[in-house]
């Protein structure tokens, strides 16, 4: 079991990484000022919500076997493929929310907006090496997410948890639980998921100095080539 139980605990290296830098932000809460934080803020958000979220619940509906449920390859091959798919649910959620946060208090136009948001994603992606468990690579959540920023009126975008069903409901759907006990558990592992969501974006209102990461990834932008942005 200790060698099963190793394996997965070194593939969830990159997430435990990012979730440690996720909590020393949130212990030291500096302002957001540039493309760069704000990227490494969005990721390591997600990945922390992601994180906490899936193994929170699929510990509290096994119990004690969770340690044991190592031994099977297959369920950690399934946890394993639901921590990267909850993953990328939520950071294209809190991409769209990141940057309807900006639009809101600055001068971007809808055009940026729908940029910005895109180059998120893509600087994010761009830090991730292609998992095992997605051979497929991202090429699939980079289109997704394009049609999604280029259909989104971002003068409309929700400030709650409206921008976060997909995450929300891919924890339900990837969790590796029965699908019998999913559906009597399913209410209660969104709303854990959504109070998750606001307390991210409690701390995202705070810290966020829209005019500066606007103002930062313009300067960005007018460097690098965008990323397309349909």
Known sequence: MAGKLGTVLKETGWYLSKVLKALSFW????????????????ESRSK???QTALFGYVKTRVGTRYVSL????????SLNIAKWEIFLAGLC????????????????????TTALAIHIVESALANEEIPAE???????????????ANTTIWSEAPAGNGLFQNSISALVHWAPIADELKVLDAEIVKNSMRFKWKSVRDQFNEVLDAEAVLADWRSVRAREPAPPAG
Do not use: C, M, N
Request: aromatic residues 12%; positive net charge; glycine residues 4%.
């Open 70 to 77: 190592f031994e099977d390859e297959k369920f950690a091959r």
């Open 134 to 148: 997605r051979p497929q690579g991202f090429d699939d959540i980079r289109s997704a997410f394009r049609t999604r």
């Open 48 to 50: 922390y919500v992601g």
């Open 93 to 112: 959620d809190l991409a769209a929310y990141a940057a309807a946060g900006i639009a809101r208090r600055t001068s971007a136009s809808a055009d940026e």
């Open 27 to 42: 212990r030291r809460a500096p302002p957001l000022t540039t493309f760069a934080q704000l990227v490494e803020h969005v």
